[in-house]
Each structure stands twice: as structure tokens, then as C-alpha cells.
């Protein structure tokens, strides 16, 4: 059971917009930013979006964060086929005094 | 562009000890702008943090971890590296490496798969 909690999964169609949740607590992400990560099969996760809604050199506007209260989301817009992936939440947890992740969502482009 | 590459034995026996090493080209561990992590992924489940150095050999641990985790850093080779204690099956994932920048980890290695056996 992870500390953040995102749906298992996610679709849609080439072109629409896709938003994907990540809801926490208080001692997580109500009072720490959040970072999202892309993982492609097969590969190493790679950081997509920083300090809720910062996007990395190279990551296309397309993708966007957005933090309240104690949920975050990642927005896609113009969903493409290269957009399946697992996408993961991330924050520090002050009561844990570590790193936590989110169980991730695997995004199916249909 | 700095680039992290983990490397260490595939296979290790149940209650031994775990041995990986990343090692970090493109950049210096003793910048000193940010720390080295370990995080691990068993098969088709999520990230779980383990740990991590700074240069001057300072560690965090995610406290589950923390009584079999050792973290140390050899700056000479620009390498860090992990040991995790007696093993079981359920240490059995994907072992990444990364750079944590600030609050984010920024730079991931490609990952190595451990196997534990019985």
C-alpha cells in the first residue's frame, strides 16, 4: 500500500487530454512539492515534471503539473502513441523522514 | 551530461549480502550540488527509496531498509555504491542509481535487475 495513492490505470485516444491524480496527506504532499516520473517499458523512470509543475529541459509543454491542498495531477495534453507509459508521483513524507512514491499508473493510449 | 551506470553480481544467495555499484561519468560526485540515491523496483511494482550519500559521506536511509543498508561513496573512482544485508526473496527488483537534485532525482541509471535465491 503506497503513501500516495494514484488509479492503476488510465487511457485515451491519440489527441485528447488525460489528467492522472496522486492524492497524499498533509505530512506529504500538503507540505512538500511533488515530482512526476515517466517510465517507459523497459527503461529507467525519467523525471518528467519537478517542484509540482516544472518541466525538465526537453519535456514538451504537453505535460504539466499541478498541486492542492494534498493531490497532485499530471496533465497531458495532444495524447500521443509514445505517451504509454507508467507514470509516477513522488514526494519527501515528514513522517516517514524518506522519499515516497506513488503505486504509478499505467497510461494506455488507444 | 552526467551519466549513471550500475553494475554488481545479477545473483545473490538468500542471507548474503547484496553488492551494487553505480558509477558516474560526465560530472563529479564531489560537487558537492547534490546527493546519490538507491531506489528499487520489485517485478511490475512501484519505486521504494533506499537511501542515500552525500560526497562528504553523509547518509539518509528509508528506515524499513535501515538496519541492512550501508551507502558509501569512493571519490577517487566517482562511485558510490550499496550493500544490503541478508537478503531474501522479497529484495528481489530492479536496483537503480540516481542523482537527487535538490528534491527531485534528476538523473537515473539504466537499472539492473538482482535476483535472489534460495
Known amino acids: 500500500q503506497s503513501v500516495l495513492t494514484q488509479p492503476p490505470s488510465a487511457s485515451g485516444t491519440p489527441g485528447q487530454r488525460v489528467t492522472i491524480s496522486c492524492s497524499g496527506s498533509s505530512s506529504t504532499i500538503g507540505s512538500n512539492t511533488v515530482n512526476w516520473y515517466q517510465q517507459l517499458p523497459g527503461t529507467a523512470p525519467k523525471l518528467l515534471i519537478y517542484i509540482n509543475n516544472q518541466r525538465p529541459s526537453g519535456v514538451p509543454d504537453r505535460f504539466s503539473g499541478s498541486k492542492s491542498g494534498t493531490s497532485a495531477s499530471l496533465a497531458i495534453s495532444g495524447l500521443q502513441s509514445e505517451d504509454e507509459a507508467d507514470y509516477y508521483c513522488a514526494t519527501w513524507d515528514d513522517n516517514l523522514n524518506g522519499w515516497v512514491f506513488g503505486g504509478g499508473t499505467k497510461l494506455a493510449v488507444l | 551530461q552526467v551519466q549513471l551506470q550500475e553494475s554488481g553480481p545479477g545473483l545473490v544467495k538468500s542471507s548474503q549480502t547484496l553488492s551494487l555499484t553505480c558509477t558516474v561519468s560526465g560530472g563529479s560526485i564531489n560537487s558537492g550540488a547534490y546527493y546519490w540515491s538507491w531506489i528499487r523496483q520489485h517485478p511490475g511494482k512501484g519505486l521504494e527509496w533506499i537511501g542515500y550519500i552525500y560526497y562528504s559521506g553523509t547518509t539518509y536511509y528509508n528506515a524499513p531498509l535501515k538496519s541492512r543498508v550501508t551507502i558509501s561513496v569512493d571519490k577517487s573512482k566517482n562511485q558510490f555504491s550499496l550493500k544490503l544485508r541478508s537478503v531474501t526473496v522479497a529484495d528481489m527488483a530492479v536496483y537503480y542509481c540516481?542523482?537527487?537534485?535538490?528534491?527531485?532525482?534528476?538523473?537515473w541509471g539504466q537499472g539492473t535487475l538482482v535476483t535472489v535465491s534460495s
Open positions: 540516481a542523482r537527487l537534485n535538490t528534491s527531485w532525482f534528476d538523473c
